[in-house]
């Protein structure tokens, strides 16, 4: 099993910037990737960006130049730094860790709020 836990959400008024991070425990190896996802409310879950075992990086397009994916693999960490936040981003983020060949694993999700 493994567990995520996420910290650093909040509230923060439009333009301002956050810092996600997720720990990951238990039982860490084949590590395929890890990731931050997100939901609006009546919205499906979407991807915000993820990280592959090479530091290979994928992100939303709606996120592109304005939130940077990282990884600690050392100490099984992943941080998503976003800057110039706007309400739109509002949602709960979710961690996941994903293990060869493709078992998938969740956080328990931090809320981000972005006021106008």
């Known amino acids: 099993q493994v567990q995520l836990v996420e910290s650093g959400g909040g509230l923060v008024q439009a333009g301002g910037s956050l810092r996600l991070s997720c720990a990951a425990s238990g039982s860490i190896f084949m590590t395929k990737s890890m990731g931050w996802y997100r939901q609006a409310p009546g919205k499906q879950r979407e991807l915000v960006a993820s990280i592959g075992s090479g530091d290979t990086t994928n992100y939303a397009d709606s996120v592109k130049g304005r939130f940077t994916i990282s990884r600690d693999a050392a100490k099984n960490t992943v941080d998503l730094q976003m800057n110039s936040l706007k309400p739109e981003d509002t949602g709960n983020y979710y961690c996941?860790?994903?293990?060869?060949?493709?078992?998938?694993?969740w956080g328990q999700g931090t809320q981000v709020t972005v006021s106008t």
């Open positions: 996941k860790y994903t293990k060869w060949p493709n078992l998938e694993y």
